[in-house]
């Protein structure tokens, strides 16, 4: 029985921390994979600043290059329009064995809002909710069943990069070295 871990996001630009919050489910729960699933364009952000997704695409695959742990999932690219989670696990559910786990992992910041989330007792039906502790947001408790996992808290946003990037300053360590070269190569949150 495989168990799989599926991590999605717009990723716009992904960091240090989105890689750390995998490795540690990862790790905590003895799963088989974490997959990640750049978002074509999520339902609850706006347009602005977020880049090409075939560029976030490129960027998640460079960040986690050389960890077998970790795959890249462009389902949601590949379908476009809005992504909706629900349409995510149940393409998984479709492709993965039978009798496979999936752990859908979501900071704690998104507690929340599941009540609204699309189709979310369908989802709840098909996965297991992980909720990742994040700095700021006290321990919500979720309507929905999830597993908690405690993580060193980093300190550290996509926005807060792009921000740091239009500033001209660094963000070494905050993002793999790969993805912040393909960053300045190609002119990326100027």
């Known amino acids: ?31 088989d994979k974490i997959v990640f699933v750049p ?20 960027m998640v695959q460079l960040a986690v290059e050389g960890n077998s742990g970790f795959e890249v999932s462009d389902f949601e690219i590949q379908k476009g329009g809005k992504s909706y989670s629900v349409d995510t696990v149940t393409h998984f559910t479709q492709i993965l064995p039978p009798k496979s786990k999936i ?3 979501i900071g ?3 507690v929340a809002g599941l009540p609204d989330w699309r189709r979310i007792n369908d989802l709840a039906a098909m996965a297991i909710f992980v909720v990742v ?3 700021g947001f ?3 408790k979720s309507a929905i069943p999830a597993r908690s996992i405690e993580m060193p808290a980093l300190d550290i946003s996509s926005s807060e990069i792009r921000k740091k990037i ?12 790969k993805v912040a070269q393909y960053i300045q190569k190609n002119d990326l949150y100027q």
């Open 138 to 140: 006290e321990h919500a």
């Open 39 to 58: 978002s074509f364009f999520p339902p609850h952000k706006s347009e602005k600043n977020l880049v090409p997704a075939a560029d976030r695409l490129r």
């Open 166 to 177: 239009r500033a001209g300053e660094s963000i070494q360590y905050l993002v793999p070295e």
């Open 103 to 105: 752990f859908f992992i």
């Open 1 to 31: 029985m495989k168990q799989i871990g599926i991590l999605g996001g717009t990723f716009n630009p992904i960091h240090i921390g989105h890689l750390a919050i995998a490795q540690t489910v990862l790790d905590k729960l003895g799963l």
């Open 133 to 135: 502790n994040r700095k």
């Open 108 to 110: 704690e910041d998104a």
